[in-house]
């Protein structure tokens, strides 16, 4: 089960804009996705899901855990890994 953690650099956190692309990415893998807010101590969510994501409320600075299990599970997570890294496809 691949675990990752991230601190989220994009301006608005992951709302909005950002959740939403996180959760259309987390769908398309067949794999089960789990995040929380490490910045405040959050239970794992469904990262399927745009309002469990929302719910966490990570801003700009705060860190993140994934963790993916199942098919496809590492690729899931590298996927999600790029994302974030791109900082969500915005400058």
Do not use: W, Y
């Not at 601190?7 to 987390?26: D, N």
């Not at 990570?58 to 994934?66: D, E, K, L």
């Amino acid at each position: 089960m691949p675990v990752k953690e991230f601190t989220i650099q994009h301006e608005v956190g992951l709302h909005a804009r950002p959740a939403s692309k996180f959760v259309q990415l987390a769908a398309s893998f067949p794999c089960d996705i789990k995040i929380c807010n490490l910045t405040t101590d959050s239970k794992m969510v469904n990262a399927k899901s745009v309002l469990s994501v929302l719910t966490l409320g990570v801003n700009q600075g705060h860190q993140i855990r994934i963790e993916t299990n199942g098919e496809k599970a590492e690729e899931a997570a590298e996927a999600l890994a790029q994302l974030i890294a791109d900082n969500f496809g915005e400058k």
